[in-house]
């Protein structure tokens, strides 16, 4: 099958099957190179890894290629650009977010942003490009929302020689290096493809090409590749950059790379249209807009967050869908509920971030919650709802059906009567003030 060939998948256990076409994806066809068109959208500026080739510069408008953008979005400031750009190059297609660090060592923000494009542009196709280490948690979640094609950046498939292309990765809070460390990022790297291609998705693997390092491992990568089920693959020529461990190894010339390509031909199609795109690319990979479009780019990277009566969604914690009745520090998910013609309608159950961390919990589920007005909760500390009130999400204490809630919010009743408990914790086991929440 080839990569820009319609398919149809189950994509979620509560959604029937979807039949989408490819043909639209300028990366994965080369035929709509000249007639449509991507944008990237720099929402994810920190990465998980390191790789020896790598300097992501946010502020380089004299470079084109991967992990350079001129100023980094938030979600809530990305579909205002996104509005814009579709209105002035209506060829754009997709939308892809691709740094200029990995998209799932900004998980939150990469996944808010992706759903405020679904919500706004129903037909975009949705695209990612990581490095593989952080993005299995969120599968399901691209899944759910209809992102169609991911790419993952694959350098090795051998430790031995990973270990000389990454100085580190990043997994939480603990670093590895060396051979543990390129171990560990290949295991993610093929759980990820997998489990990518048992929901549907297609995958592009990149592979930075480095002479002396990996230029003689190519074939192994094809192979392994397509013994993984991936729909194409890119052999990329690295990118020399001073200030890098690699910054003395020539690029690969033109002859090193076709024959490169033809090798990995024999396992898999081959990407040869790459223009290795800056992380806020924006038009037809022949005819790019980025520096027309660097201005607006930087005007909406100003804007304050949305208002909370612009915000489609409420969430509410809620123990069984049925009553408001969690404190927002014991909510382990937050259902996400829209208003449509008079009725409302559970769109879905988010993941709430993970307890502790302290205030950057909270920051956290800002993001989280980027597209909601309000969430409805039965207690919340003063820290928090202060953090979610600047972010442009209001807290509210309520207590009983969820529905009640809901009509308070979006036919714009007064909240008082909503409120149930007082501001103490609400797992009755620190009688803390519920301040923290930590």
Same mark, same amino acid.
């Given at each position: 099958?080839?990569?820009?060939?319609?398919?149809?998948?189950?994509?979620?256990?509560?959604?029937?099957?979807?039949?989408?076409?490819?043909?639209?994806?300028?990366?994965?066809?080369?035929?709509?190179?000249?007639?449509?068109?991507?944008?990237?959208?720099?929402?994810?500026?920190?990465?998980?890894?390191?790789?020896?080739?790598?300097?992501?510069?946010?502020?380089?408008?004299?470079?084109?290629?991967?992990?350079?953008?001129?100023?980094?979005?938030?979600?809530?400031?990305?579909?205002?650009?996104?509005?814009?750009?579709?209105?002035?190059?209506?060829?754009?297609?997709?939308?892809?977010?691709?740094?200029?660090?990995?998209?799932?060592?900004?998980?939150?923000?990469?996944?808010?942003?992706?759903?405020?494009?679904?919500?706004?542009?129903?037909?975009?196709?949705?695209?990612?490009?990581?490095?593989?280490?952080?993005?299995?948690?969120?599968?399901? +979640?691209?899944?759910?929302? =209809?992102?169609?094609?991911?790419?993952? %950046?694959? /350098? &090795?498939?051998? *430790?031995? @020689?990973?270990? #000389?292309?990454?100085?580190?990765?990043?997994?939480?809070?603990?670093?590895?290096?060396?051979?543990?460390?390129?171990?560990?990022?290949?295991?993610?790297?093929?759980?990820?493809?997998?489990?990518?291609?048992?929901?549907?998705?297609?995958?592009?693997?990149?592979?930075?090409?480095?002479?002396?390092?990996?230029?003689?491992?190519?074939?192994?990568?094809?192979?392994?590749?397509?013994?993984?089920?991936?729909?194409?693959?890119?052999?990329?020529?690295?990118?020399?950059?001073?200030?890098?461990?690699?910054?003395?190894?020539?690029?690969?010339?033109?002859?090193?790379?076709?024959?490169?390509?033809?090798?990995?031909?024999?396992?898999?199609?081959?990407?040869?249209?790459?223009?290795?795109?800056?992380?806020?690319?924006?038009?037809?990979? +022949?005819?790019?807009?980025? =520096?027309?479009?660097?201005?607006?780019? %930087?005007? /909406? &990277?100003?804007? *304050?967050? @949305?208002?909370? #009566?612009?915000?489609?969604?409420?969430?509410?914690?809620?123990?069984?869908?049925?009553?408001?009745?969690?404190?927002?520090?014991?909510?382990?998910?937050?259902?996400?509920?829209?208003?449509?013609?008079?009725?409302?309608?559970?769109?879905?159950?988010?993941?709430?971030?993970?307890?502790?961390?302290?205030?950057?919990?909270?920051?956290?589920?800002?993001?989280?919650?980027?597209?909601?007005?309000?969430?409805?909760?039965?207690?919340?500390?003063?820290?928090?709802?202060?953090?979610?009130?600047?972010?442009?999400?209001?807290?509210?204490?309520?207590?009983?059906?969820?529905?009640?809630?809901?009509?308070?919010?979006?036919?714009?009743?007064?909240?008082?009567?909503?409120?149930?408990?007082?501001?103490?914790?609400?797992?009755?086991?620190? +009688?803390?003030?519920?301040?923290?929440?930590?």
């Amino acid at each position: 099958m080839s990569p820009t060939d319609p398919i149809e998948y189950q994509d979620n256990a509560m959604k029937a099957p979807k039949k989408l076409d490819f043909h639209r994806h300028p990366c994965f066809n080369p035929d709509a190179k000249g007639k449509y068109g991507r944008v990237h959208l720099p929402v994810a500026p920190k990465c998980n890894i390191k790789c020896n080739f790598c300097d992501r510069k946010y502020d380089c408008v004299n470079e084109s290629r991967p992990g350079v953008t001129s100023s980094i979005l938030t979600p809530d400031q990305a579909g205002t650009y996104m509005a814009r750009i579709v209105e002035k190059e209506p060829r754009i297609t997709v939308a892809g977010i691709a740094g200029p660090g990995d998209p799932f060592a900004n998980g939150e923000e990469t996944m808010a942003t992706l759903r405020t494009v679904r919500r706004q542009f129903p037909d975009m196709l949705l695209c990612v490009s990581s490095n593989g280490m952080g993005i299995g948690p969120y599968i399901e +979640g691209l899944a759910e929302i =209809d992102v169609s094609h991911v790419t993952i %950046t694959v /350098c &090795a498939v051998d *430790p031995e @020689i990973g270990r #000389r292309i990454y100085s580190w990765v990043s997994d939480g809070n603990v670093v590895y290096r060396g051979l543990e460390g390129a171990e560990l990022l290949l295991s993610r790297q093929l759980a990820a493809i997998e489990k990518l291609k048992r929901f549907g998705i297609t995958v592009k693997v990149n592979c930075i090409v480095i002479p002396g390092v990996n230029d003689h491992h190519i074939e192994a990568v094809a192979a392994k590749m397509k013994e993984m089920g991936v729909d194409l693959l890119n052999c990329m020529a690295m990118f020399p950059n001073v200030n890098t461990p690699f910054a003395q190894i020539p690029q690969p010339d033109k002859d090193m790379m076709e024959s490169l390509r033809a090798t990995g031909e024999k396992y898999l199609p081959q990407m040869r249209h790459c223009t290795r795109c800056r992380a806020d690319a924006v038009g037809l990979l +022949g005819e790019d807009r980025t =520096d027309e479009f660097r201005g607006c780019l %930087t005007a /909406c &990277a100003s804007l *304050p967050p @949305i208002p909370a #009566r612009q915000r489609p969604y409420v969430a509410v914690a809620t123990q069984e869908g049925v009553l408001v009745n969690q404190h927002l520090g014991e909510a382990r998910t937050f259902q996400i509920w829209g208003a449509e013609e008079g009725a409302y309608r559970l769109i879905e159950t988010r993941k709430a971030p993970s307890a502790g961390g302290g205030i950057r919990r909270w920051h956290q589920l800002a993001r989280i919650l980027g597209d909601c007005r309000a969430v409805l909760i039965s207690g919340v500390g003063e820290t928090p709802a202060e953090i979610l009130e600047k972010s442009g999400t209001r807290a509210i204490e309520a207590a009983g059906f969820i529905e009640e809630g809901l009509a308070a919010v979006y036919e714009g009743r007064k909240v008082g009567s909503l409120k149930g408990r007082s501001r103490s914790c609400a797992s009755g086991k620190c +009688g803390g003030s519920g301040n923290g929440c930590l």
